[in-house]
C-alpha cells in the first residue's frame, strides 16, 4: 500500500514536471495530490517502520545492561511511553481531523480533514504495534 503511494506520488510529479516544461501549463491538483499523498506515506509509514525495527533508537543504555529481566522491564516501559504519545496523538489528531473535516481543500474541492486524518490513523497503527511490543517484551503473546 505504501508502495502505491510512492509510485502515485513519484507519477504525479512527473507528470507535473512534464506537463509544466514541455507543454507550459501547470496542473492545478498535482501539489495537493502529492502532498495528501506524502503526509498519509509518513504517518503509515512510521507505523510500518515501527513493526519492522526500522526506526532510529539510541540504545546505549540497553547495550551496558547485561539482566534479561531488566531489559524486558525497560523495553515494556518504552513500549508503554510510545504508546501514551501515540495514544494523546490519535485524539488529538482526531479533534483535529473533525475540526477540518467541513473546510474543502483548494483544487480537489475534498474534504481538508482528509490530510489531517493520517496522523490518527497513523497514530492508532503505531498503538497497536507498541501494544504488540509489550506484550512481546513481556514475553507472553503478542510476537
Known amino acids: 500500500m505504501l508502495m502505491l503511494g ?45 513493526l519492522d525495527g526500522g526506526h532510529m533508537c539510541v540504545d546505549l ?36 481531523a473533525l475540526r477540518t473535516w467541513n473546510m474543502t481543500t483548494t483544487t480537489l474541492q475534498i474534504p481538508a480533514g482528509i490530510l489531517y486524518l493520517a496522523f490518527p490513523v497513523g497514530c492508532v497503527l503505531i498503538a497497536i504495534v507498541c501494544l504488540r511490543q509489550f506484550f512481546a517484551a513481556l514475553g507472553t503473546k503478542g510476537e
Open 6 to 50: 510512492v509510485l502515485a506520488t513519484f507519477l504525479v510529479v512527473l507528470l507535473e514536471v512534464v506537463s509544466r516544461y514541455v507543454f507550459h501549463h501547470s496542473i492545478a491538483w498535482g501539489g495537493e495530490v502529492c502532498t495528501t499523498l506524502l503526509v498519509w506515506i509518513t504517518f503509515v509509514g512510521g507505523a510500518v517502520a515501527l
Open 61 to 96: 543504555v540497553m547495550n551496558r545492561i547485561s539482566s534479561p529481566g531488566v531489559k524486558k522491564v525497560l523495553g515494556a516501559i518504552g513500549s508503554l511511553a510510545m504508546l501514551a504519545f501515540a495514544v494523546c496523538g490519535a485524539f488529538g489528531g482526531w479533534k483535529l
